[in-house]
């Protein structure tokens, strides 16, 4: 605290500031300390405006509380300290001013406990005058009783958590997700935030538990559990719900946040010994399914609901009913041939279809995913084209949005990859802000086989084209993110 024996500004009753700060101090619920810290420093720099973000696993800073005057768009969802501007600022501990912020109108002040940074606050617009060393003080020792708090809660926080696992698998029991999954829907109701319900099934695990033997069986439910635990980051929650079911909750993730995940921990499943030693006694069937607030539902029945729907599709999906998951990792061309092969187990009435090659309906389908980018410029997703024709990839790139404008509305960030022969793009031809070529000047397959691969939050696409006037296309989203990683692992491109 500072001399005076009292948090507060000039004028502020400090007395009173102190008994906060001793609530403060004593609560051991991780989200009451962030709205009580944020209430405290607020008081005692008289501020209208003020943000908090605090440290997660990786040592980032995200936004978790914000309160009065200000912008919530002009607030960075996520900050790195070790970065420029704030690394320097940060690490002095003191309080500093906002990037471009005139002096007096606002200031940051670091969260620190025993040199460990915990968080930032903003605090701006103070009520009567200006933003001082007066009011910088106050903060810091405000400051300095959160950082106590949030590390005290974040401990309390973890030993709760250690009664509350499964102790087969370590995941925690439903009570505590459902407890969980609560304050989740009222932090993001309060503040706009975005999470992610994953379900994930072992959907034959009686079959397995017979084929493997109950040891086999055991261990392999523990290396599931573990596999997905090391894909998920602390702030999110595994709970186990039956024999072959859990849940995941996704903190501050989106829909195409979540699919990134179950990517991720599809493949880290696979790779446990335990579960390659099961399957070579019968096939491990693993299903996801996922659905975000608020996108998906405003209560939890409604996101499990359509995780649900989800499950089912996947559990539907030409992956598994061709066995694609059998095919090494990187076989992208193999896997287009297989999905262009003229024969007849696709249903007539599921998402993909063999059809006459229409060079028309692949065009047309390239010009309105590229509208479409423009309508939505702040969807997440990824896009790959093979597009070897210099007019065909003239008209895609036109018919764009313009960089400019996308950034202004708050990132374009459909990952769009362009891949193709550099000739194909033609003499003096001018690239795009949003797009990344991808020069591929030694494959001729791209000549013969144009594709468009769409995955987001808010749509999966694919279009395969090869000679002999074969084609396919599907809305199958497990066949399209399987497409998606096969290219990227045979053409050595960044996974998402």
Sequence with gaps: MNPGGSLGASGAPGASLDREALRLVSTLDLEKVQELALQLLAR?????GAALWIADDRGDLTLRAYRGLVDRGALPARIDPRAAPWAGPIARGAPFPPPGATAGEAFHVPLVADEETLGLALLSDRATGRLGAEEQAAALAVADVAAIALRNARRVQALERVGLRDRETGAYNLAYFVDYAGKEFYKARRYGRAFSLVVVSLDNAEQLRQAGGR???RRAVRDLVGAVARVARDADILAKVSEGEYYVLLPETDSFGAL???RRAALEIRAAPSIRQLEERAPVLLSMGSAAFPRDGGDFDELLHWARIRLEEERGSLVRRLHLADLDRGAFWELCDLLLAGDDRLPADGPSARLPADPALLAAARLEIARELG??????????????DPAARAAFLDALPAGEGSSRAGDASVAVHLLGRRAAAGAGAAGHPLVTEVWLDGDPRLASHPFVLLLSDQAAYAHLAGPGGRAFHT??????????HALQAHYDLQPI
């Design 215 to 217: 040891e086999l069986y």
């Design 475 to 484: 809305s199958d989203a497990a066949l399209v993110d399987a497409l998606i």
């Design 260 to 262: 990134m995940f179950r």
């Design 44 to 48: 005692a720099t008289d501020a209208q």
């Design 375 to 388: 309508r939505d410029p702040r969807g997440r997703g990824l896009l790959y084209l093979g597009l070897d």
